[in-house]
């Protein structure tokens, strides 16, 4: 990994986790579409035979155990994204503990292995966050945009204020493979009445992720280049088409495919040698 670059595919496997705030069946119904989303990613992954990365509620794994015994059975890894898919931001300290030592105690009894990778739902990392997975046996984060490509150690304890100074953390023992709003399917796609939202067309969004790794590629880039998906989102039609394409692509160009757990334990290795 230190003169190639990579790809992982992830997916955040949130399905009815996402919608359990309203009570309107139309919307929930959108979380059920997840499910299918989910199996028609699983076909497409295996005809390639690609592994990717999958981040699984504790609530998705207990309401549809066969899906995730199925991500886990065909090769893939299971990671953590919360019990509920709550938010950080409205827990204390031991709330947050909670969630993750629950949402990892699913995971295990039915993928059949502890989690060792954390995606925070939305993206949200409170000051606890990276401590917890510390104290948890986590190695790896998938949360944070410090960089677009190159994995790079966490800090815990980093402060600042506005109109204030920085106080900068200390490294510690955890790798953040970054993320960006940009390489997510969600902002693109997705339409939420009433706020509205995005129709993309796909095609422009293949054009992006594309951009990306072609900018890596030429400017000698090495690390992973991070997609995230949601299978209710990219499980359409017309998108899983863009997915193969962008698989085929990604193909093309000669690089690699790699869990963000592999790409850990690579990494990590990599440091200290």
């Known amino acids: 990994m230190a003169d190639e670059l990579k790809v992982s595919l992830t997916f955040d496997v949130d399905t009815i986790a996402l919608w359990m705030g309203t009570q309107d069946s139309t919307a929930f119904s959108r979380g059920e579409f997840g499910v299918v989303g989910t199996e028609r990613i699983l076909k497409l992954l295996k005809q390639y035979e690609i592994s990717g990365t999958f981040f699984v509620p504790g609530i998705t794994a ?14 893939h890894e299971v990671a953590h ?10 827990m204390d300290r031991s709330q947050e503990l909670e969630a993750l030592e629950a949402g ?16 925070s739902p939305g993206w949200y990392v409170s000051e606890h966050s ?22 790079y150690w966490c800090r815990v304890g980093d402060r600042w204020e506005k109109g204030g100074g920085i106080e ?15 390489l997510d399917d969600f902002p693109w796609f997705e339409y939420i009445p009433p706020r509205g939202g995005n129709l993309t067309a796909a095609s422009a ?17 090495s690390g992973v280049l991070t997609y995230t998906m949601h299978p209710q989102v990219i499980g359409r039609g017309h998108r899983m088409l863009m ?13 690699a495919f790699v ?15």
Request: charged share 25%; aromatic share 8%; net charge negative.
């Open 168 to 182: 900068w953390g200390a490294k510690v023992d955890l790798v953040e493979f970054p993320i960006a709003w940009h």
């Open 81 to 90: 994204h919360g019990n509920h898919h709550e938010s950080p931001a409205r």
């Open 243 to 255: 997915l193969e394409k962008l698989i085929t692509e990604v193909a093309k160009r000669e690089v």
């Open 62 to 75: 207990t309401t549809y155990p066969q899906l995730v015994e199925s991500i886990a059975n065909h090769g």
């Open 104 to 119: 990892a105690s699913i995971l295990e009894a039915i993928a059949g292995s502890r989690p060792v990778g954390w995606r």
């Open 205 to 221: 969004v293949l054009e992006t992720w594309l951009g990306d790794l072609d900018w890596a590629l030429q400017n000698g880039g």
């Open 130 to 151: 990276l401590e917890l997975l510390l104290e948890n046996d986590f190695i790896y984060d998938s949360s944070l945009m410090g960089h677009d490509i190159e994995p």
């Open 259 to 273: 869990t963000l757990e592999k790409a850990a334990l690579q990494w990590r290795q990599e440091q200290s040698s």
